[in-house]
């Protein structure tokens, strides 16, 4: 249990729960939370105590979700400990880059552009035009 000021919001303190409880070998290994709680930052924290964040991810406001048709985020696997994100193709992503976005913590998940480029389920799953630029020697 933790107490703290009704102004803290319980995402704040989280992450010190989360720590206290490793410190003292009494890490949960999943810790379920509602969803006042989700951040990259406290899932990857998580995840490096050992501890899986159970909790419903923000809304989906991608045209793909808004329009019912295509790949949603929903449809893609999180694997939180590797850092990576897998398609619904079955492509993994090439990069992970926790970023801020609107004053919120987020991720940017990088796949390779020539295996998007290249996958007949491109236009199901973003609506990124891939430009084919000419090789030049430089």
């Known amino acids: 249990m933790h107490t703290t000021d009704a102004t803290v919001p319980d995402v704040k303190v989280t992450a010190g729960i989360q720590q206290s409880l490793a410190e003292r070998s009494l890490a949960p290994g999943e810790h379920y939370l509602d969803a006042g709680y989700p951040s990259a930052g406290l899932v990857t924290a998580a995840a490096k105590q050992g501890i899986a964040m159970v909790t419903p991810l923000l809304a989906d406001h991608s045209p793909q979700a808004k329009a019912g048709a295509g ?16 398609c619904p193709e079955g492509s993994t992503s090439v990069g992970w880059h926790p970023v801020t976005q609107h004053g919120h913590d987020a991720l940017v998940v990088e796949f390779d552009r020539r295996t998007c480029r290249a996958c007949p389920a491109q236009k199901q799953c973003t609506t990124l035009a891939f430009k084919v630029r000419p090789w030049s020697a430089r």
């Open 71 to 86: 790949y949603a985020k929903s449809a893609f696997r999180i694997d939180w400990k590797s850092r990576t994100v897998r």
